[in-house]
Nanobody, 124 residues
Framework: QVQLVESGGGLVQAGGSLRLSCAAS????????TGWFRQAPGKEREFVAA????????KYADSVKDRFTFSGDKAKNPVYLQMNSLKPEDTGVYYC?????????????????WGPGTQVTVSS
């Protein structure tokens, strides 16, 4: 079994930055793809970003491209998501997820392990 825990969320003003982390414990998932998803109040969960375990491929939602990026030692544990130039529409609960399928990308059904989420609130 794998446990994922997100951290780094909080309240920030528009234009500010946050860095989310996703820490994994339990059975090793070194060859898993890590994805980030978010869910705003009253909306469906949506894809944010994903990175393969070998760092060969990354994918970002169009809405966050050029603002969000994987930082630190990329796909190593923990995985960091640097979020810059935050906008009020980035507000939501951010979930980290892990998938054994290499090209999982934005396919939420491919992710088998999920963290409890961390709240990100961007004020205008």
């Amino acid at each position: 079994q794998v446990q994922l825990v997100e951290s780094g969320g909080g309240l920030v003003q528009a234009g500010g930055s946050l860095r989310l982390s996703c820490a994994a414990s339990g059975r090793t998932i070194r060859t898993y793809t890590t994805g980030w998803f978010r869910q705003a109040p009253g909306k469906e969960r949506e894809f944010v970003a994903a990175i393969t375990w070998d760092v060969a491929f990354t994918k970002y939602a169009d809405s966050v491209k050029d603002r969000f990026t994987f930082s630190g030692d990329k796909a190593k544990n923990p995985v960091y998501l640097q979020m810059n130039s935050l906008k009020p529409e980035d507000t939501g609960v951010y979930y980290c997820a892990a998938s054994p399928i290499y090209y999982s990308g934005s396919n939420s059904h491919a992710y088998v392990y999920w963290g409890p989420g961390t709240q990100v609130t961007v004020s205008s």
